[in-house]
């Protein structure tokens, strides 16, 4: 079943390299990787016990304020009260005292910012944003900024006086750098849709009568998929979830310059494994990442930073032993980049490439800043150290793919990590799903406890219910074992 959503591809854009975006949804962990031709580029996994609330909008009431901190503590969901400080008030000035600008049991509209941890509870903003694929409209934001990534000063002074004259004094906008591509008359049709959809989150708070509820609540996973869809604007879905299949297809039919078509997997197989996906996880959790030539990066993760090292291994002894230097780090920064993405590595990045000259230093960093800025992150290039170690950040806004699937290994007294009990579990589900036709009456799965405990989830049920969906008995086999394991014995 194939559908074709929005094949009027902009023809300022000439498409090069077939994308392929695969949706892995069926099961309680999702995940999806973009690929360009035969390599993935892009890579993420959502587990549910992680999942954000970051972009949603809610109404929420005022439960408390707090003088001393100049900031109200807000109930919006069943969490822990949210916290708003007076910056995050757009009709509020630095001037003003919280309790003069709100009052307890005041209902209002927010927006999560930051997601609530352990210890605190999430921070929330009444200055709501409404994000497009060129525009991002912020209702009461009475500012416009633009992409630091559109420099020329003609262009940028025109999109600003343009975006003045069409904006109410009450209303901003961020200007992104996909809108230096656009036409005016495209710019305003995306703006008039943001209002509208503003409009309509304005429509339902004032309509409910319950006091708390959600205006707009969506999935990170769902989020991080219309992210990618908007920043790579074209290609081909493969969705093995037929909600997740109509929910895209509705926001695409909201985003007419976006060109993508979908398709719905049915297969047992997952559809990871059958468009060369499937070693992505594998080869994620590997500290050596092997490049072409023999050249490896060995890639470190500490408490503080994140350090990668270049390896050139039988760099052979050329005459032009410089030249050689340069193109095996020219392509060690290149997988560098593509790694930090993969894995979502952020923070301090500490890089020791192979020595070489200042003339071909400043080359490099020329080459790495031009691949920073096709990053979906901000990535802040600091350059060579007085160590001749290249230095730069990237921006944190969710854990790695490292936080998210391991845990510190007790073998080895934390010096290495091993697959969680969660990550375990889903891979024993995605199994099932592909083995499911191959067995009659039951499965033997041995297992260690905490395995088990997590296949079957905090009500304790998810085994009877697959094996109600899939019409076998699953018989648990406990063993002992120092580290999350599973493992498949018998299929009858």
């Known amino acids: 079943m194939v559908y074709l959503i929005?094949?009027?591809?902009?023809?300022?854009?000439?498409?090069?390299?077939?994308?392929?975006?695969?949706?892995?949804?069926?099961?309680?962990?999702?995940?999806?990787?973009?690929?360009?031709?035969?390599?993935?580029?892009?890579?993420?996994?959502?587990?549910?016990?992680?999942?954000?609330?970051?972009?949603?909008?809610?109404?929420?009431?005022?439960?408390?304020?707090?003088?001393?901190?100049?900031?109200?503590?807000?109930?919006?969901?069943?969490?822990?009260?949210?916290?708003?400080?007076?910056?995050?008030?757009?009709?509020?000035?630095?001037?003003?005292?919280?309790?003069?600008?709100?009052?307890?049991?005041?209902?209002?509209?927010?927006?999560?910012?930051?997601?609530?941890?352990?210890?605190?509870?999430?921070?929330?903003?009444?200055?709501?944003?409404?994000?497009?694929?060129?525009?991002?409209?912020?209702?009461?934001?009475?500012?416009?900024?633009?992409?630091?990534?559109?420099?020329?000063?003609?262009?940028r002074k025109e999109l600003i006086t343009w975006s003045k004259s069409l904006l109410e004094e009450t209303e901003g906008l961020l200007i992104r750098t996909e809108a230096y591509q656009l036409t005016k008359d495209e710019l305003e049709k995306e703006l008039s849709r943001l209002r509208t959809v503003v409009e309509n989150w304005k429509t339902m708070f004032q309509r409910n009568e319950s006091s708390v509820y959600p205006i707009l609540s969506r999935t990170s996973f769902l989020v991080s998929v219309e992210q990618v869809?908007?920043?790579?604007?074209?290609?081909?879905?493969?969705?093995?979830?037929?909600?997740?299949?109509?929910?895209?297809?509705?926001?695409?039919?909201?985003?007419?310059?976006?060109?993508?078509?979908?398709?719905?997997?049915?297969?047992?197989?997952?559809?990871f494994d059958t468009n060369g996906a499937g070693l992505a996880e594998e080869s994620n959790r590997k500290k050596i990442v092997w490049i072409d030539g023999g050249i490896s990066i060995v890639i470190e993760h500490t408490e503080a930073l994140t350090v990668i090292d270049v390896n050139s291994g039988k760099m052979a002894k050329s005459a032009d032993n410089r030249q050689t230097v340069k193109k095996v780090n020219e392509r060690a920064a290149l997988e560098v980049m593509r790694q930090l993405q993969l894995r979502d590595i952020s923070g301090i990045i500490i890089i020791d490439f192979i020595n070489m000259i200042e003339e071909d230093q400043r080359a490099l960093t020329k080459t790495i800043q031009n691949r920073a800025a096709k990053d979906h992150k901000h990535i802040e290039v600091i350059g060579f150290t007085e160590l001749c170690l290249f230095q730069l950040t990237r921006k944190k806004t969710r854990p790695s793919y490292e936080e998210i699937k391991t845990i510190q290994c007790q073998v080895c007294e934390g010096k290495g990590t091993v697959l969680s009990p969660a990550s375990l579990a889903f891979e024993l589900e995605r199994e099932l799903y592909e083995k499911r036709r191959e067995i009659l009456n039951f499965i033997e799965v041995e297992a260690s406890s905490d395995v088990m405990s997590a296949f079957n989830g905090a009500e304790g049920s998810f085994s009877k219910d697959i094996a109600k969906l899939f019409g076998f008995k699953i018989v648990w086999n406990i063993i002992e074992s120092p580290y999350p394991v599973y493992r498949i014995n018998k299929l009858t």
């Open 6 to 155: 929005n094949q009027n591809v902009n023809q300022k854009e000439n498409i090069t390299v077939e994308k392929k975006l695969l949706i892995n949804a069926r099961e309680r962990e999702k995940r999806w990787a973009l690929l360009e031709g035969n390599k993935i580029k892009r890579f993420e996994v959502h587990q549910p016990d992680r999942d954000s609330k970051v972009g949603n909008v809610y109404s929420g009431v005022v439960e408390t304020i707090k003088p001393s901190l100049n900031a109200a503590f807000v109930s919006f969901d069943k969490g822990r009260n949210g916290y708003l400080p007076l910056k995050n008030i757009p009709w509020a000035t630095n001037s003003d005292l919280i309790q003069s600008v709100l009052h307890q049991g005041q209902r209002i509209m927010l927006q999560v910012t930051k997601d609530e941890s352990d210890l605190k509870g999430a921070v929330v903003t009444c200055s709501v944003e409404c994000a497009g694929s060129a525009l991002v409209y912020f209702p009461f934001g009475k500012i416009v900024t633009i992409s630091k990534k559109i420099e020329d000063a003609a262009s």
């Open 229 to 271: 869809l908007l920043k790579e604007q074209a290609g081909t879905m493969l969705i093995d979830h037929n909600d997740t299949l109509d929910y895209v297809n509705q926001f695409l039919m909201s985003k007419p310059d976006l060109s993508w078509s979908s398709e719905l997997v049915t297969g047992d197989e997952n559809v």
